[in-house]
């Protein structure tokens, strides 16, 4: 796999973060909105006939100090002690709170900051139990945060913490009773639920490298599916149950006709998803290809560009030595190309070159590559063809330049080639020994073919037969 396949982009990770510092300041305000009202006397935040906007307290506190602390955590500025005890503090709480819940006793946790004043009998100041788990999540998680060997622990606390605050959700949505008349939980786990599921999105945020913000947010195509998919995955079932459970004061369908049109809804709602995912895969596909297409063929020639070059010449290089079969290299340059652009202007230079790259492609075979690897240089690299076919090709090019008269003025290339030896020790060696065999001839009068061989370099004579 690419890795930068897997990496965020650094804008991404910067609206991350400050994702996260904005999701700790609005929950630290709303925490210490929720525990100013207490100390007022008023226990809750709004209205007081509304008392699905009850926080506790002490449940205020830890949402105050937790959004302090992913703050301060994401800030970058230096203070990584202080969110250290502030999570700590607040793990404290919390596991004592779980204690209390799990050995049936008193430690007094409901009466730590202050009472509560709302229905006391109802309502007790002890974080509820879905709340206290939250919150000793949420502080483990924060603990882990930014420490790479920690980071197994940060993430499933902070994924644990993000599915109970959903799972609460969701049970709220569909009326249950347990919620409203059980002691584990109470009308202050709503609010609390809502707040935690924000908090817990913005500890995972707070290490994007990590799962699952990677895999939602990374480049590859898999993050891309994902970032489609997730949002009618995570949404449509609740909404789909809601709404059948709210039709049954109508009593339009049986109880058991409701189950029957929930699973085949979801089945629905599965193939449809298996659909969109199968669309997006192939779309993907389709730009993925088409962009890597535009990035090895040169834009205004159409033939390979230098990237496709290289990696065509080096596939056939490692073939030819390591089965031992022919392998030619051709570099041609056109002739006072700098004259002609200046004579004839740059659009004329331009479909100079353009016309010069369809010859090339014309007289070539379907196995060798044609790219334009500079301004006015052009390459070709011929598997399975050695000194002799090489030599009879570019005089072909070269005469078949000479004589067209799809220019504007006369034009002729000079050409250098070199066939792989089998002491031919690098890529980098065959190009340089063609090269300066293209020097060559250039320097010798231009309009010429040379040769690098075992014995130097040295002119060739015109071959009057095509290449084949």
């Given at each position: ?243 059948l459970s709210r039709q049954a004061p109508f009593d339009l369908f049986p109880e058991a006709l409701d189950w029957a049109l929930y699973a085949a809804a979801s089945s ?176 010798a009068g231009r309009n010429q073919v040379w040769a690098a061989g075992e014995s130097g370099y040295g002119q060739l004579s015109a071959a009057p037969f095509p290449h084949?």
């Amino acid at each position: 796999m690419n890795p930068q396949a897997t990496e965020i982009e650094p804008k991404i990770n910067g609206v991350l973060r400050a994702m996260c510092v904005a999701i700790g300041c609005a929950t630290a305000l709303i925490g210490g909105a929720a525990l100013l009202g207490e100390f007022l006397h008023q226990g809750q935040v709004g209205h007081t006939a509304v008392r699905l906007t009850v926080i506790k307290p002490n449940v205020a506190a830890a949402i105050l100090a937790l959004g302090i602390a992913l703050a301060l955590t994401v800030s970058e500025l230096g203070l990584r002690a202080i969110p250290d005890l502030i999570a700590s503090l607040v793990l404290t709480v919390g596991l004592v709170t779980l204690s209390e819940y799990a050995l049936n006793w008193d430690a007094g946790i409901d009466r730590a900051l202050l009472s509560d004043s709302t229905s006391p009998a109802a309502l007790t100041a002890r974080p509820a139990l879905a709340a206290a788990l939250m919150i000793t999540m949420v502080s483990a998680a924060l603990l882990g945060a930014q420490r790479p060997r920690l980071r197994l622990l940060k993430t499933c606390a902070g994924v644990a913490s993000v599915l109970v605050a959903w799972v609460t959700l969701i049970a709220y949505l569909f009326g249950a009773q347990q919620l409203h008349e059980g002691a584990s939980f109470s009308p202050a786990t709503l609010p609390t639920a809502a707040i935690m599921l924000f908090i817990g999105i913005g500890v995972l945020a707070a290490e994007p490298v990590s799962w699952p913000i990677n895999t939602v947010l990374a480049r590859s195509t898999g993050s891309i599916v994902c970032r489609w998919l997730l949002p009618p995955a995570i949404l449509a079932p609740p909404l789909l149950g809601w709404l059948l459970s709210r039709q049954a004061p109508f009593d339009l369908f049986p109880e058991a006709l409701d189950w029957a049109l929930y699973a085949a809804a979801s089945s629905i709602g599965s193939v449809w998803l298996i659909l969109q995912l199968a669309q997006r895969i192939t779309l993907i596909d389709a730009a993925r290809t088409a962009a890597t297409e535009l990035s090895q063929h040169d834009p205004l020639t159409g033939l390979a560009n230098r990237r496709a070059f290289d990696a065509f010449l080096l596939e056939n290089f490692n073939l030819a030595r390591r089965h031992g079969h022919a392998l030619s290299l051709v570099l041609l340059d056109i002739d006072l190309f700098k004259s002609y652009n200046d004579a004839y202007g740059h659009p004329a230079g331009d479909e100079l070159l353009k016309s010069l790259g369809a010859l090339l492609a014309s007289l070539v075979r379907e196995t060798d590559l044609v790219a334009r690897i500079g301004g006015e240089e052009f390459a070709l690299v011929l598997p399975e063809t050695g000194f002799a076919g090489a030599v009879v090709l570019a005089e072909c090019i070269r005469m078949e330049v000479e004589r067209s008269s799809a220019f504007r003025r006369k034009v002729t290339v000079s050409a250098g080639l070199v066939a792989m030896a089998q002491n031919t020790g690098s890529i980098a060696a065959l190009v340089q020994e063609c090269d300066a065999a293209l020097y060559r001839a250039k320097e010798a009068g231009r309009n010429q073919v040379w040769a690098a061989g075992e014995s130097g370099y040295g002119q060739l004579s015109a071959a009057p037969f095509p290449h084949s």
